[in-house]
């Protein structure tokens, strides 16, 4: 006769290990899942991602990360073209006239931080040999100023260092420019 195992047992069932892992993901995506959202909420959802200009991967991947939503867009000059003069060009004015969401714009020196129309304001954007410090308060200040919490400003720049300002100054997410103006969007 096999004895049974007591209270607190496992059963030699390893839960730390490979088993212990698969089991705790199963338990993991079978909530995510029953956890659906409304048809409703979903449709505000696509409304107010059309409204930032996003596709609504993008924007509920971001809702989902930060529980919060997007209030403003921050474009680095390097995004909006601004290579000689601080004027955004047509095509991208055009779409960012449209946002329902404050605009601004981070311009890299030698520009003047001026926010040449339809952006709500402009801050001098952190230089490329400011240490991870700097370049926070640089990303921080002008949202401070304007009362914006971090973690609900997207950043829309080029890929690369500009990219790493969203871990710097823990901003809501990064989207690359080409993405952003792409035809169509």
Known sequence: MTETPGIGHNSRQDFNGYTGRLH????ARAALVSNRVPVEVVRLRVKRAAALGLDYGTYAGIRATTGRDIVALLFSSN????????EVAAREAEKIAALAAERGALVHRPLA????PPLDWAATAPRFTDSDGQAREALLTPLRQRKLPADAVLLVGLPGWEASWCAS?????FVPAERFFAPGR
């Open 24 to 27: 705790q993901w199963r338990r």
């Open 79 to 86: 995004a909006l073209g601004m290579l000689r003069r601080a």
């Open 113 to 116: 931080p001026v926010a040449a």
């Open 169 to 173: 100054a823990r901003l809501a997410g």
